[in-house]
């Protein structure tokens, strides 16, 4: 790995296939692989689900950073746009939570309803600078293609494109991939097939020659910690979610 570049790997795909479960499942595979690695966990849906998935208590959001920088714009700080942004990228650090074996740090969730572009901007410039700080960074995207749409992702080094066995989630990450090929500068791609209930309907599966890195059969052991809201790195190690993610991670060349 080239030490001045991190890899970045952004997580896609329709709402409700299991992203986040499989985003917190790829950070504990890194950790797990890389203890002497700086690896960061974004979370970069609103719904902020990648903080239950690691267990982690989230005391302030990238987005509340922004607002009280608004804020005290909005109060009569007369201070310039750079200047802002300079408090904005140092005070990111103040939102980043350092856990065992990584860094955690989630967007949260705009109060404009229908209008990300600014934070979507100021996303983008976050994760730019917060990537030279790590080797490996896990961002867990919204549902759908609005991020990459925004150009939020512009450049991620492994694009995994999360489906169910359905026709509709297959539909979604091949649109993902088409705004993906035109907006992202991504190295390397490939799909994942969650919550497989039968074997039988690999071969009824269409990923319009999207590669397929690994089929995960449906597993009672993560269903169970969805429930109770339970860490992923607590997971036995025989948990289909964890050889899947470890499965595909390998033939995607990052473990």
């Known amino acids: 790995m080239n ?11 329709k ?3 299991g992203k986040t479960s499989l985003s917190a499942t790829i950070v504990r595979c890194l950790v797990e692989k890389y203890p002497d690695k700086k690896i960061l966990a974004i979370d970069a849906d609103p719904a902020v689900g990648l ?34 942004l300079g408090e904005a990228k140092y005070r990111i650090f103040d939102a980043l939570v350092e856990t065992d074996g990584y860094s955690f740090i989630a967007v949260g969730r705009p109060e404009t309803a229908g209008c990300y572009c600014k934070i979507n901007s100021y996303l983008k410039e976050v994760i730019a600078i917060l990537s030279n700080e790590f080797d490996y960074v896990v961002i867990d995207g919204e549902a759908g293609i609005e991020q990459i749409n925004r150009r939020v992702m512009e450049k991620v080094t492994h694009l995994l494109l999360i489906t169910d066995p359905s026709k509709k989630g297959c539909q979604v990450i091949n649109t993902i991939k088409g705004v993906a090929d035109e907006l992202v500068m991504y190295d390397k791609i490939g799909a994942i097939i969650n919550r497989m209930a039968d074997e039988s309907l690999k071969e009824y599966i269409n990923t319009n020659g999207i590669e397929v890195l690994s089929y995960i059969a449906d597993d009672k052991n993560l269903s169970m910690f969805d429930i109770q809201g339970e860490n992923i790195f607590n997971l036995p190690d025989e948990s289909n979610v964890v050889k899947g993610v470890k499965e595909a991670l390998n033939r995607i060349e990052v473990l």
């Open 3 to 13: 030490m001045n570049k991190a890899t970045i790997i952004a997580v896609a795909g």
């Open 51 to 84: 903080s239950t998935a690691l267990g982690i208590d989230v005391k302030m959001t990238i987005d509340d950073i922004r607002k009280e920088i608004i804020a005290s714009v909005d109060e009569g700080d007369t201070r310039g746009a750079i200047e802002l």
């Open 15 to 17: 709402g409700g296939v």
